[in-house]
């Protein structure tokens, strides 16, 4: 990185003496995750003048050490059937969800009865568990009842969150919108309304999204979103 560089989260990049492309993957799970695919890469190229039966061996074992992402790239809290379809069409674009239940039987079903989405699923049993298990900034999707408990989720989210972004998928009132986007600005984190149209085949093969916040939040959820 050079002087005044960002790194993939939009954070200042110190320059360090040697540094090298993606040097800063101790503190970016992106670029830990990039890092990670290009020594996979590499390292299948090498195998590629080896026996068959070492170059299936080293592929495994490639991709069991060196493709395990260390963070999500978003996570949805509720899996009531609307919840868990979207979360299943976001994996199955290629990102890695974390998601989360009060239920956590609830959960841990989910995840095991979905073991091969192309992003992959990760059940958090705690709401302290799931906001840890996300890459900064952590873009949070919360799809629960509207009114009381989506604020109540909200406020379990607030102490562990800083510059963040809470996505309210639900049916909210748009008095209720205003309220959340400016108290939780005051707080430094972003908020954005959208609401999922489309019933549950739509959330699971092509809802229609509707979301609306600030620019550089939705710049962050676009790629997923989209």
């Known amino acids: 990185p050079q002087e005044g560089s960002r790194d993939c989260s939009g954070q200042k990049v110190r320059p360090r003496p040697g ?18 695919e290009s020594r996979f890469v590499r390292f299948t190229f090498f195998l590629a ?8 061996f080293g592929v495994v074992f490639a991709r069991h050490f060196w493709l395990v992402r260390t963070h999500s790239d978003i ?18 674009h290629g990102f890695q969800i974390s998601v989360y239940n009060r239920t956590v039987e609830k959960t841990e079903k989910f995840v095991a009865e979905n073991p091969n989405t192309p992003g992959g699923l990760v059940g958090s049993k705690t709401l302290e568990e799931f906001v840890q298990s996300l890459a900064k900034p952590r873009k949070m999707i919360i799809l629960v009842q509207a009114g009381k408990a989506t604020d ?11 510059n963040d972004i809470i996505i309210d998928g639900g049916n909210a009132l748009w008095t209720d919108t205003i309220r959340r986007e400016k108290a939780l600005k005051e707080k430094g984190l ?28 939705w710049k962050e959820l676009k790629p997923i979103w989209e």
């Open 19 to 36: 540094a090298a492309e993606h040097r800063h993957r101790d503190r970016c799970a992106r670029c830990a995750d990039a890092y990670a």
């Open 190 to 217: 972003r908020f954005i309304g959208s609401g999922v149209s489309g019933g549950e085949e739509g959330a699971r093969f092509g809802p229609s999204l509707m979301p609306g916040g600030e620019s550089a939040a």
């Open 152 to 162: 109540a989720v909200i406020d379990g989210l607030v102490p562990s969150s800083e």
């Open 49 to 56: 003048g080896r026996s068959l039966t070492k170059a299936l």
């Open 75 to 92: 996570g949805l809290i509720g899996l009531a059937v609307m919840g868990q379809n979207l979360a299943l069409n976001i994996a199955d």
